[in-house]
Nanobody
Framework: QVQLVESGGGLVQPGGSLRLSCAAS????????MGWYRQVPGNQRDLVAR???????MYADSVKGRFTISRDNAKNTMYLQMNSLKPEDTAVYYC????????WGQGTQVTVSS
């Protein structure tokens, strides 16, 4: 069974930066479009960024110009560089195929607060 492990979250002040990583346990990772999602308790899990297997990217309007998604297919790893963070970016961040097909990982908590 495929495992997804997210890391890199933490507490950061508004305007700060974080880099999230997503490690997949399968080389099938390179065959699929992947996405970063985020969820606030009580809300649905929303897609914030997507990347095709060839590196074409798409972003939600709320993060466009601030977040950058990338992937390293040789390492079965995906990244999310988050700059100019805002309090409303606070959430648990998850990775998965887009649309999601694999079991969800535990996510990584991002808290933006002064």
């Amino acid at each position: 069974q495929v495992q997804l492990v997210e890391s890199g979250g933490g507490l950061v002040q508004p305007g700060g930066s974080l880099r999230l990583s997503c490690a997949a346990s399968t080389s099938l990772f390179s065959d699929y479009p992947m996405g970063w999602y985020r969820q606030v308790p009580g809300n649905q899990r929303d897609l914030v960024a997507r990347i095709t297997r060839d590196g074409i990217t798409m972003y939600a309007d709320s993060v466009k110009g601030r977040f950058t998604i990338s992937r390293d297919n040789a390492k079965n790893t995906m990244y999310l560089q988050m700059n100019s963070l805002k309090p409303e970016d606070t959430a648990v961040y998850y990775c998965n195929q887009q649309p999601a097909q694999w079991p969800w990982g535990q996510g990584t908590q991002v808290t933006v607060s002064s």
